[in-house]
């Protein structure tokens, strides 16, 4: 089982950089793939960008290819997202989540969701 806490949300201008962390607490957190998801205000949860157990393979939404970085560092049991070239439509609560399921971009096949953290981007 994993406990997830992101932190690393705020306010960044367009254009701006922010890194947002995932940390889990958890001794089976390498043995995960994780992801990360976003909600903008009145629509549904949607996909963002995952990445497998050991960091080699990456996914990403079409809207944030060549802007958003997903990482991992299994030693600290951490996955981060950076964000570049912010956008104000990148504005969202931030998730991150284990991927249990085969289905890299489907929200139902995660599990052990976070709490969420805030990005909001000004134009």
């Known amino acids: 089982q994993l406990q997830l806490v992101e932190s690393g949300g705020g306010l960044v201008q367009a254009g701006g950089s922010l890194t947002l962390s995932c940390a889990a607490s958890?001794?089976?957190?390498?043995?995960?793939?994780m992801g990360w998801f976003r909600q903008a205000p009145g629509k549904e949860r949607a996909f963002v960008a995952a990445?497998?157990?050991?960091?080699?393979?990456?996914y990403y939404t079409d809207s944030v290819k060549g802007r958003f970085t997903i990482s991992r560092d299994n030693a600290k049991k951490t996955v981060y997202l950076q964000i570049n070239s912010a956008k104000p439509e990148d504005t969202a609560v931030y998730y991150c989540?284990?991927?249990?399921?085969?289905?890299?971009?489907?929200?139902?096949?995660?599990?052990?969701w976070g709490q969420g953290t805030q990005v909001t981007v000004s134009s």
């Open positions: 958890g001794r089976t957190f390498s043995s995960y793939p």
């Open positions: 989540a284990a991927l249990i399921g085969r289905d890299w971009y489907k929200e139902t096949e995660y599990k052990y």
């Open positions: 990445i497998n157990y050991n960091g080699v393979n990456t």
